[in-house]
């Protein structure tokens, strides 16, 4: 097991290193076959649980141009979110980018700024120092299941896959 980015994940299984990678999208997998997650992620600010903007339901791109902001490194999910921005983008305070939420979790206890992340990223968030508040409007992503197309796999492998396939289905 290998936690990393996407990008990370997909470089391994081009080098033979990972059979097969969780991605969180967008991601480039033409090259790969797949299976989609039947879960949608949203988008989600950590935030400081002392700041007023903690105790919102949701935050907007508005909201967030006015305070120093961690984004995602990965160039396709910056994209994402900088589309989410829209005309904001422009007047934007990137503090930092980072590629683990954990991190960037630990950016913002540290006050360096609010961090854009999934809300599954953070299973383990301690709400008495920092809390995730949904962006508005809504922003998701899904993940696919991901392993190079034709690759001999060992018979664990095979049977993992057929496994998953078959648990997607039943959903």
């Not at 902001?69 to 994402?80: D, L």
């Not at 992503?141 to 289905?169: M, Y």
Request: glycine share 4%; aromatic share 8%.
């Amino acid at each position: 097991m290998y936690t990393a980015n996407a990008d990370q994940i997909r470089q391994r299984m081009d080098e033979g290193l990972s059979d097969i990678g969780l991605l969180l999208e967008p991601s480039d997998i033409e090259q790969y076959e797949y299976i989609r997650m039947p879960v949608t992620e949203k988008w989600a600010a950590i935030v400081p649980s002392c700041v007023p903007l903690a105790k919102r339901n949701s935050v907007t791109a508005e909201e967030l141009a006015k305070v120093p902001v961690i984004m995602p490194s990965r160039k396709k999910v910056h994209a994402e979110v900088a589309n989410w921005f829209g005309k904001h983008y422009e007047h934007l305070n990137i503090a930092a980018v980072s590629n683990l939420s954990t991190n960037s979790a630990l950016l913002v206890e540290a006050g360096l700024g609010y961090a854009l992340t999934t809300e599954g990223a953070l299973p383990f968030l301690k709400e008495s120092r920092i809390r995730m508040i949904p962006l508005s409007p809504e922003l998701t992503a899904t993940s696919v299941l991901a392993w190079k197309r034709q690759l001999p796999f060992s018979s664990a492998t095979e049977h993992f896959l057929e496994f998953f396939r078959k648990k997607v289905e039943d959903q």
